[in-house]
């Protein structure tokens, strides 16, 4: 079965790319779309396990992650559209008011 | 009854259950009460002085499974014997005069002030009489909060300063004591002790390089507390600013908590590292005494003067303790307990003028002895009682623990020890003069009014105590001395081997070899002084004409 | 055959997934993502996880990314030509490719694990996937399918209030 | 058999209670002044009783121990309250009542309308319960509670009048000086219990157990070290060179204390206590030597201070430390029986020329009273002619003061004859002898010039006091005047028992009845001496003669002088004066000792307290509390920073955090 490395090695490659979306991008929905990538590339690993190891526990918490992702979506773009009323910007440098 | 000593302990927290339902206004109600609570709370402790069998052993034990998590078993282990038993008296007897003390000082907040004070005097006996090492470290803990907000509430000027300073001080040296708690038990229970009580640890024999760290992170803990020579900063702050009953409780009762837990724990824990720390802890007593009476000469403010002088007193007591030996030890439990009713009074001295002049200054006073003729009187026994004056309390703890300290290696420390004896009563003759002596010119001075019914009342069963344990201390000396000797003897066995393994076990450790060389000459006079050879021609028979007759 | 079929779609997903991150303009990069999700749906088919390419299509490509665009385009951001300090980027380019090479190292380290699950490939091809699936989801995994019911519920709520102009 | 002994020390307690606690409340001074008095009284019959009892057991079996109850027992220390009643502590008993009674009487009248009147009478009381308890204390620790008991007592009698600074201080001073002292005193203690307990296994501090294993002890050595600190304590106590300049100060107190504390009964404890424990001070050639030395040196020292002081209270304290000398020289020289003679004729006369000053010191205060003006009424300068005006106090004054001149037939001759034999003939010193004689000599010279000196100017020549005040100078009531006469009776009767041997030869065959008397405590002192003294001491009968001779001669030469310059031609001390202005100014500041004291012990002790505190508490120490403080704020700060509010340095730490521990796992 040795194609399964295959897709591990592609989960990472897109988790590693999602990471370097999120630490450089400074458009905050650039930085939810590579968290979402990031998601992604978890889910892919989640289900070749599932898959090669023959029990689909894997697959049903793939669900799971789906779910809470479209509930992270959700409230983060509430978020960014409230931010975007205060502040006029999605920039996520503006944002510092949480500071010493 | 066997759980007198629960009752004790719990007595006053029923009493702050009861305070709660007072309403706040009616301040006599909350005084009287909470005045009712620690004199039942004292006759109550009376049943255990008269219930105690003069014996070595731990009475009214009782001991009831506590809790149980992980690895850790404690249980609410607890028992008096000779040591703790007159501590705790003292805690009890001490406790309605400082309520007593404070009727006119403290007006606001009095519900809250009289809820501190018995939450104290429960911590203050429970640490007493708990032989379980977890309690003692809750017990040791707890009374820190009361004292805190004393201080912190219905304090002086930078009583904030004062009381931060304090607690952070006494909490710095619990944790490192917490620390060595906790890896005893681990150790202790590789032994198979299965659970904190102390007794376990007593004969559990640990090599010396384990018992050096370990004692040093009591020996801290309890140094802060006593406070000895480089760690006392905290308490002249601390009585500055204190309420005259806080720095009561603080002065007569907390203090001893570092002189018990060296009693207690430190020393019979770790008797090869006493031994070799000994000569240290000494000098740090020794010096303790000399430097705190000179700066006690120069104090203007009388509150820090008197500080000074516990600190100086308490010197003495370390020195007794680190005597290791029956008088020496003797010494110190009664010097404990003089310096608990002697100090006690005069800082309720100092607060009764406080009351009338709200100032703390010598300078302020003067001439006082012709105004207030029986609080001269008073001031001047209890004066006496803090110099040593034979007759009085403080000679006999003292003498005993210059004898101790005499006899045991601690020969030049206690001959310095001694000279403090000079000090002690020259700052205290020289601020007694200065406040009674002298012209009274001073318009405000000539108004103050003698002390009334309720202050005397304070103060005359101090006064009885300073002459009764002076004149006649064979009944304190009495119940104690079974339980000394057995302390001594765990000490001084082991000292015998500790010297030799201490030379084979550590080579660098030159206190060991100081140790070693003070005990070969035990028998000439001080080190260095020839055993004149031909004594023994004066014993011999033949021309003694002593006995020729 | 397969494994060639396999390295186009992994080349199309991780040229998409560097578009993502790489292109300024917010709809090209949700359009990249999108891109990238069908890749991860081809993935799962080839998994024999037919069910869950359906569900991941609908989900993400379908709910997720289509609300990314309503937002993108209701806010109607300017497309800001600045980008991150140099000195940034290069660290969180070291960063990222550290987290990579940590991750294949694991990948290789590791011995591979029995497959111990009753569940053997050809059985989900013919009895069904998502009949399996639903019989796993209803009995052992039925509270944590409660729970993101709920979760689900305050994500909604949530999202209206923070989202209301004024509360 | 003595059984009642606990009384004597009991009734003055009592006294002390009653006085003590009711004082205020009777108000009435003969009330209050009986019961004191009363109170001594009675120790003075039941000390007469037990001396008599004593007398009637042979001289052998004369000691005899009543214990009361265990004071402190702890280990292998034990000290319990027992009286010891010996000759010695007879002697001391009699005195201490005796003299006690005859000033309590006098102060009655002298204290008259004197605020404090009850404490007075109070401490006076306490006092004498304390020097019964230090006389008759059968071990250390007891002798010792006497021993800080009537230290206490002087600091409250001196400080009687506090509102007076000067009063204050001079109790502060006398107290710490006396603890100066106590503190040699322990230091004896402890040495010799730790040095008996651990060679000899003699754990005892009891004095009839120490003499009997004083064979035990060796000769110098530990032994020297021993009797030096105790001999330390003495001097402070009984006022000798180091420790001296506390007596004169502490003449601020009224005069009857002045009389029974620091001339009678106080300042004669260190002489007693090394008569006590004659075996050990006995077996250290060393600490004879240093005590005879200092004896001397004080006896001469202070004399020659008494000569130019004005202050006729100032006088009688320099004369009481140069007797007291004489006392120390007696002990140094072994002869502790000769010391304690002279300690009891010593407290005769000088307790009457106390007294005697002090009924001067009344009238002429009440004289100046009503005169209104502030003159010193202590200042002999404007005293003098008083002879016709107080005729029975001048013929006290004079007896006692010719019993202190040392002229033949009265005690003081006797006793200081003497010691001033046994200085030159003793085994002790070898060559040293004829210093200490030369010393004692010519201090014997100088006190009959000064006590004459005080005499002439107080007592002859014209009055000298402001006219106005002349007439109301007038006898003092009976109460003052009959200890007088006693006293001067007693300085004048009191040599007779213990004459010297080779003049009781003289006059058919006397022998000397004290020295018999105190043979048994010195029993063991006397064994010693046979066994190891050198026996080089000198037995030659005329050569006492000579010596006798040639001190009453000194003593005549410095009456005679006295006469000259004070009574014939008074313009002769002034010119002396301005001749030597540098010495006599020295003279008169007490060689500026106090002043040295205080430059050299008391300003550095002060500015070293006042550098510890501010320096070294508050700077050092509180500095490093408040630095660790101070510090740990600092380093927040510096912490602090790492929170920018940048989104991306979180997530970028954040991720970074992962790398770093993923990483350590695989590494691992």
Not at chain 2, 445 to 467: G, Y
Not at chain 4, 578 to 602: C, G, S
Request: proline share 4%; aromatic share 14%; hydrophobic share 55%.
């Amino acid at each position: 079965m040795a194609n399964f490395n295959g897709y591990l090695i592609i989960s990472a490659i897109l988790f590693s790319i999602g990471t370097i979306g999120v630490l450089t991008r400074k458009n905050s929905i650039v930085i939810f779309m590579c968290i979402e990538l990031m998601l992604n590339a978890v889910n892919l690993t989640f289900i070749t396990f599932s898959r090669y190891l023959g029990n689909l526990d894997g697959q049903i918490f793939v669900f799971f992650i789906m779910t809470v992702a479209a509930a992270e979506a959700a409230v983060g773009l509430a978020l960014i559209i409230a931010f975007y009323n205060n502040k006029d910007t999605i920039d996520v440098d503006e944002v510092q008011l949480m500071k010493w | 009854m066997s759980n007198i000593l629960s009752l004790t302990t719990f007595l006053p927290i029923l009493g702050v259950l009861i305070l709660f339902f007072i309403p706040k206004e009616s301040k006599s109600v909350l005084r009287g009460f909470t005045f009712a609570v620690t004199l039942v709370t004292f006759l109550v402790s009376l049943l255990i002085l008269t219930g105690f069998q003069t014996n070595a052993e731990f009475q009214f034990v009782e001991n009831v499974p506590w809790i149980a998590a992980g690895p850790f078993v404690m249980r609410y282990n607890i028992g008096v014997d000779g040591i703790s038993l007159w501590l705790v008296i003292l805690t009890t007897f001490i406790m309605p005069i400082s309520v007593m003390s404070t009727w006119k000082a403290v007006e606001d907040k009095v519900k809250e002030y009289m809820i501190c004070i018995l939450i104290l005097e429960t911590s203050l006996i429970g640490a007493f009489i708990s032989i379980d090492m977890f309690l003692f470290y809750i017990y040791w803990e707890l009374m820190l909060i009361p004292m805190y907000f004393m201080i912190g509430i219905w304090g002086g000027k930078n009583r904030l300063y004062a009381t931060m300073k304090f607690f952070i001080y006494t909490m710095v040296g619990s944790l490192l004591m917490l620390v060595a708690f906790i890896y005893l038990y681990m150790i202790g229970s590789q032994a198979g002790i299965p659970d904190f009580s102390v007794l376990h640890f007593y004969n559990l024999h640990l090599d010396p390089s384990v018992q050096m760290w370990m004692f040093i992170a009591f020996a801290l803990a309890f140094a802060i507390k006593v406070p000895m020579f480089p760690l006392h900063t905290w308490l002249p702050d601390a009585h500055t600013e204190a309420p005259t009953a806080g720095s009561v409780i603080l002065a007569a009762i907390m203090l001893k908590m570092g002189t018990y837990g060296y009693v207690r724990f430190a020393i019979p824990l770790f008797p090869e590292a006493a031994h070799r720390f000994a000569p240290l802890l000494a000098t740090l007593a020794v010096i303790g005494i000399i430097y705190a009476a000179l700066v006690a000469m120069v104090q203007e403010d009388v509150k820090k003067l008197v500080a000074y002088s516990s600190v100086a007193h308490l010197g003495f007591v370390m020195l007794g303790i680190f005597a290791f030996n029956v008088q020496g030890m003797t010494g110190s439990m009664l010097q404990m307990l003089n310096h608990g009713v002697s100090t006690g009074a005069l800082f309720l001295i100092v607060g009764f003028i406080y009351e009338r002049r709200h100032t703390r200054l010598i300078t302020d006073f003067g001439g006082l002895a012709k105004q207030m003729p029986i609080f001269a009187t008073m001031f001047l026994i209890v004066t006496l009682s803090s110099i040593g004056v034979p007759g009085t309390n403080g000679f006999v703890g003292e003498f005993l623990v210059l004898i101790g300290g005499y006899e045991s290696e601690l020969r030049w420390w206690t001959v310095v020890a001694a000279s403090g004896v000079i000090f002690a009563a020259v700052y205290m003759l020289w601020m007694f003069q200065r406040v009674m002596f002298g012209e009274l010119n001073n318009p405000k001075n000539q108004k103050l009014l003698d002390l009334d019914a309720r202050e005397i009342a304070i103060m005359v069963p101090l006064l009885l105590l300073i002459f009764v344990m002076g004149v006649y201390p064979n009944p304190f000396i009495a119940k104690m001395d079974p339980a000394v000797k057995k302390l001594v003897s765990q000490i001084r066995p082991a000292s015998m081997d500790a010297a030799a393994k201490a030379l084979a076990a550590v080579p660098v450790a030159n206190a060991a070899e100081s140790n070693e060389t003070s005990e070969q000459n035990h028998t000439g006079m001080p080190a260095g002084h020839p055993v004149i050879p031909h004594e023994g021609q004066s014993t011999s028979p033949a021309i003694n004409p002593h006995e020729a007759k | 055959m397969e494994t060639l079929f396999f390295l186009i779609i992994s080349l199309v997903a991780i040229v998409s997934a560097i578009l993502v991150i790489t292109c300024k303009n917010p709809i090209n990069s949700a359009l990249a993502l999108i891109m990238t999700f069908f890749c991860l749906a081809t993935y799962y088919v080839m998994l024999d996880a037919p069910f869950m390419a359906a569900v991941q299509v609908m989900v993400y490509a379908g709910a997720i990314m289509v609300l990314m665009v309503f937002t993108i385009m209701l806010l109607n951001i300017r497309v800001n030509a600045t980008r991150q300090q140099s000195h940034k980027v290069l660290f969180s380019i070291i960063l990222g490719f550290f987290t990579l090479i940590n991750t294949l190292v694991i990948i290789f380290k590791s011995r591979a694990a029995l497959p111990t699950g009753p569940y053997s490939g050809d059985m989900i091809k013919n009895i069904g996937h998502t009949e399996l699936i639903g019989k796993e989801m209803f009995t052992n995994f039925l509270l944590p399918f409660e729970i993101t019911s709920i979760l689900l519920l305050a994500a909604i709520v949530g999202a209206v209030i923070l989202a209301k102009k004024k509360i | 058999m003595f059984d009642n002994v606990w009384l004597i020390p009991i009734l003055p307690f009592i006294g002390f209670l009653i006085n003590g606690l009711f004082g205020k409340k009777i108000k009435n001074e003969t009330v209050i002044g009986t019961i004191a008095a009363g109170a001594v009284f009675g120790s003075f019959i039941v000390s007469c009783m037990t001396l008599y009892k004593l007398l009637s057991l042979g001289s052998e079996e004369r000691l005899a121990e009543v214990k009361f109850f265990s004071w402190i027992t702890s280990g292998t220390f034990n000290a319990d309250v027992a009286f010891l009643i010996d000759p010695l502590s007879c002697i001391m008993i009699m005195i201490v009542s005796g003299v006690g009674f005859l000033i309590h009487l006098y102060s009655i009248a002298y204290m008259h309308g004197e605020e404090g009147f009850y404490r007075y009478f109070a401490y006076l009381n306490l006092f004498t319960f304390s020097m019964f308890l230090l006389v008759l204390g059968n071990n250390l620790l007891l002798m010792f509670v006497g021993w800080e008991g009537v230290g206490l007592c002087s600091y409250l009698l001196i400080g009687y009048y506090f509102h007076k600074k000067s009063a204050g201080d001079a109790g502060k001073k006398a107290f710490v000086m006396n603890r100066v002292g106590d503190f040699g005193f322990l230091l004896g203690l402890f040495t010799l219990f730790w040095y008996m307990g651990s060679t000899h296994n003699v754990w005892t501090i009891t004095f009839s157990e120490m003499a009997k294993t004083s064979h035990l002890l060796p000769t110098g050595g530990v032994v020297t070290v021993i009797t030096l600190c105790f001999f330390l304590g003495a001097t402070g106590k009984s006022a000798q060179i180091p420790l001296y300049t506390w007596l004169p100060d502490a003449m601020e107190g009224p005069t009857p204390v002045s009389a029974l504390i620091h001339a009678a009964t106080m300042v004669t404890a260190g002489v007693y206590m090394i008569a006590r424990m004659n075996y050990l001070f006995i077996r250290s050639p060393e600490t004879l030597t240093v005590i005879a030395v200092i004896g001397a040196c004080t006896a001469l020292f202070a004399a020659t201070i008494g000569t130019a002081q004005n202050d006729i209270k100032r006088v009688l304290a320099y004369s009481t430390v140069s007797q007291l000398g004489y006392m120390f020289l007696a002990m140094g020289v072994g002869a502790f029986g000769a010391g304690v003679f002279h300690l009891m004729t010593h407290a005769f006369f000088k307790a009457c020329l106390f007294l005697g000053s002090g009924a001067v010191i009344h009238s002429m205060h009440g004289a100046l009273h009503h005169a209104h003006s502030h003159d010193d009424a202590q200042d002999m300068r404007n005293m003098g002619g008083l002879k016709s005006k107080m005729p029975i106090t001048f013929a006290t004054f004079l007896l006692a003061t010719i019993a202190i001149a040392g002229i033949p037939g009265f005690s003081g001759f006797f006793s200081k004859d003497e010691i001033l034999w046994q200085a030159f003939s003793n085994p002790h010193h070898g060559s040293l002898n004829i210093l200490l004689w030369g010393m004692g000599a010519i201090a014997a010279g100088l006190t009959a010039f000064y006590m004459f000196r005080l005499v002439f100017m107080t007592f002859f020549g014209e009055c000298r006091i402001t006219p106005k005040a002349k007439d109301h100078l007038h006898e003092s009531p009976l109460v003052i005047v009959i200890p007088l006469i006693v006293l001067a009776g007693l300085s004048v009767v009191g040599g007779y028992i213990g004459i010297p041997k080779v003049i009781g030869e003289v006059l058919g065959g006397i022998p000397n009845y004290f020295e018999h008397y105190l043979d048994p405590v010195f029993k063991y002192s006397e064994e010693y001496m046979s066994v190891h003294g050198a026996h080089g001491g000198i037995h030659n009968i005329a050569l006492e003669w000579g010596l006798m001779g040639t001190s009453v001669l000194i003593a005549i030469i410095g009456i005679t002088v006295a006469y000259a310059l004070y009574v014939s031609n008074t313009g002769i001390p002034v010119k002396f004066v301005a001749a030597f202005p540098a010495l006599h100014r020295a003279v008169y500041n007490k060689w500026y000792i106090d002043e040295l004291y205080d430059f050299m012990i008391v300003n550095p002790c002060k500015s070293f307290s006042q550098f510890l505190w501010k320096g070294f508490d508050v700077i050092v120490i509180d500095g490093a509390v408040n630095g660790v403080a101070k510090s740990v704020m600092a380093l927040s700060g510096v912490f602090r920073l790492m929170q920018t509010g940048l989104l991306s340095n979180y997530a970028w730490s954040m991720a970074f955090g992962v790398v770093v521990m993923l990483s350590y796992f695989i590494l691992k």
